[in-house]
C-alpha cells in the first residue's frame, strides 16, 4: 500500500516553489488586515489564514466529524476556492475533515509533509488529491511560503523518515509586520528545541503544540518564543487529557492569555500588522487553570 501511495504522489509533486501565479498579488484589499481563524472542530486542528491580498490559506481540517463545519465556516466567508491547502500530518484529526474541503472545493494548490500512512481516511485524502488533479508540494523544511507579498510564511518544521506523524507535522511561521504567529502543529519538544535551535523565535500569538499535549512545549520553549496569546485547539471531552496541566502553567507563567476552541468556539484574530485583536464567539474568555 505504501508504494501505491507513493506512487500517488510521485505523480503529483510539482517543484517545491509554488507557481508563479500564486506569487503575484490578487486583488487589492483596502484594509490590508491578516486574519487567523482558528476553528472550532472538537479534538483536532482547523485554522483557516486570510492574507491581506484576499488570498485564502486552510491548514488542516479537523477529524471528519468537523468536514461539515469547516465547509459551512468556509462558505459563510464567502470562499469558493483556496489558493493553499497544508496537511501538516496525516493524522485523522488534521486531514479528516480535508477529504470533503477537497472535494467540494476548488483547492488550487496543496503541500504536505511527505508523511505516509495507511489508514483509509488518509487513502480518502489521496484519492481526492488524485481524483481532483491538485497539485502537490511535498515540504522539504526551512521554506518560505509565498501566498502574499507582505506576509512571510515560513516552514519551520517537516517529516523525515524516522519521525512519527505528530513529530513530521509542518510547522508554520507567519509574520506580518510586527506580529508574529506560530502554527505547532503537533510536533513534540525535539522539533521545538530543534526550530529554537536553528533560529530566535518570538511571537505575539501561538498555536499550542498537540493540543496541550505533554509531548510538547517544554518550558525553554515558551520562555524563548513568550507569546501574549496562546491558542489550544481540543475538544472538551477528550479521552487524551488534553490540555495537560503542566502546559497551562509555563503559558500562564510567561503571562500568556490563554484561549481554547473547546472554551470559546471559534476564535479568530485580526492584525494590521501593528496591533491584533482576539475576537471569540463564546462567553469563556480565558483558559485558567483551577
Ligand atoms: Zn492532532
Same mark, same amino acid.
Given at each position: 500500500? /505504501?508504494?501505491?501511495? +507513493?506512487?500517488?504522489?510521485?505523480?503529483? %509533486?510539482? #517543484?517545491? *516553489?509554488?507557481?508563479?501565479? @500564486? &506569487?503575484?498579488?490578487?486583488?487589492?484589499?483596502?484594509?490590508?488586515?491578516?486574519?487567523?481563524?482558528?476553528?472550532?472542530?472538537?479534538?483536532?486542528?482547523?485554522?483557516?489564514?486570510?492574507?491581506?491580498?484576499?488570498?485564502?490559506?486552510?491548514?488542516?481540517?479537523?477529524?471528519?466529524?468537523?468536514?461539515?463545519?469547516?465547509?459551512?465556516?468556509?462558505?459563510?466567508?464567502?470562499?469558493?476556492?483556496?489558493?493553499?491547502?497544508?496537511?501538516?500530518?496525516?493524522?485523522?484529526?488534521?486531514?479528516?475533515?480535508?477529504?470533503?474541503?477537497?472535494?467540494?472545493?476548488?483547492?488550487?494548490?496543496?503541500?504536505?509533509?511527505?508523511?505516509?500512512?495507511?489508514?483509509?481516511?488518509?487513502?480518502?485524502?489521496?484519492?481526492?488529491?488524485?481524483?481532483?488533479?491538485?497539485? /502537490?508540494?511535498?515540504? +522539504?523544511?526551512?521554506?518560505?511560503?509565498? %501566498?502574499? #507579498?507582505? *506576509?512571510?510564511?515560513?516552514? @519551520? &518544521?517537516?517529516?523525515?523518515?524516522?519521525?512519527?506523524?505528530?513529530?513530521?507535522?509542518?510547522?508554520?511561521?507567519?509574520?506580518?509586520?510586527?506580529?508574529?504567529?506560530?502554527?505547532?502543529?503537533?510536533?513534540?519538544?525535539?522539533?521545538?528545541?530543534?526550530?529554537?535551535?536553528?533560529?530566535?523565535?518570538?511571537?505575539?500569538?501561538?498555536?499550542?503544540?498537540?493540543?496541550?499535549?505533554?509531548?510538547?512545549?517544554?518550558?525553554?520553549?515558551?520562555?524563548?518564543?513568550?507569546?501574549?496569546?496562546?491558542?489550544?485547539?481540543?475538544?472538551?471531552?477528550?479521552?487524551?487529557?488534553?490540555?495537560?496541566?503542566?502546559?497551562?502553567?509555563?503559558?500562564?507563567?510567561?503571562?500568556?492569555?490563554?484561549?481554547?476552541?473547546?472554551?470559546?468556539?471559534?476564535?479568530?484574530?485580526?492584525?494590521?500588522?501593528?496591533?491584533?485583536?482576539?475576537?471569540?464567539?463564546?462567553?469563556?474568555?480565558?483558559?485558567?487553570?483551577?
Amino acid at each position: 500500500m /505504501v508504494r501505491l501511495i +507513493a506512487a500517488i504522489f510521485a505523480l503529483c %509533486i510539482f #517543484p517545491l *516553489l509554488l507557481p508563479a501565479a @500564486l &506569487n503575484a498579488a490578487s486583488r487589492h484589499d483596502s484594509i490590508q488586515e491578516l486574519k487567523v481563524h482558528f476553528i472550532d472542530v472538537g479534538q483536532g486542528d482547523s485554522i483557516l489564514v486570510e492574507a491581506p491580498n484576499g488570498r485564502k490559506m486552510l491548514v488542516d481540517g479537523g477529524p471528519p466529524s468537523a468536514a461539515e463545519k469547516v465547509t459551512a465556516y468556509l462558505r459563510e466567508k464567502g470562499i469558493e476556492s483556496l489558493d493553499l491547502v497544508v496537511a501538516t500530518h496525516p493524522d485523522i484529526d488534521h486531514i479528516g475533515g480535508l477529504v470533503q474541503v477537497l472535494r467540494e472545493f476548488n483547492v488550487k494548490h496543496l503541500i504536505d509533509s511527505g508523511k505516509l500512512y495507511t489508514t483509509t481516511t488518509y487513502f480518502h485524502y489521496l484519492h481526492q488529491i488524485q481524483k481532483q488533479k491538485i497539485p /502537490v508540494t511535498i515540504a +522539504a523544511g526551512e521554506e518560505n511560503i509565498v %501566498i502574499d #507579498p507582505k *506576509l512571510t510564511v515560513r516552514v @519551520l &518544521n517537516t517529516q523525515n523518515a524516522f519521525k512519527t506523524n505528530n513529530q513530521s507535522s509542518i510547522a508554520l511561521s507567519l509574520k506580518y509586520g510586527q506580529i508574529d504567529f506560530l502554527l505547532m502543529a503537533d510536533v513534540e519538544t525535539n522539533q521545538e528545541q530543534k526550530i529554537l535551535d536553528a533560529k530566535q523565535l518570538e511571537a505575539e500569538i501561538l498555536k499550542v503544540a498537540h493540543h496541550g499535549s505533554g509531548t510538547s512545549t517544554s518550558f525553554d520553549f515558551i520562555r524563548e518564543v513568550r507569546p501574549e496569546t496562546a491558542i489550544l485547539s481540543y475538544s472538551k471531552d477528550n479521552a487524551f487529557g488534553h490540555p495537560v496541566d503542566r502546559v497551562i502553567d509555563y503559558l500562564q507563567l510567561v503571562g500568556a492569555t490563554i484561549y481554547s476552541t473547546a472554551k470559546t468556539g471559534d476564535i479568530v484574530i485580526r492584525t494590521d500588522g501593528k496591533t491584533y485583536q482576539v475576537d471569540i464567539s463564546g462567553k469563556d474568555r480565558v483558559l485558567i487553570k483551577p
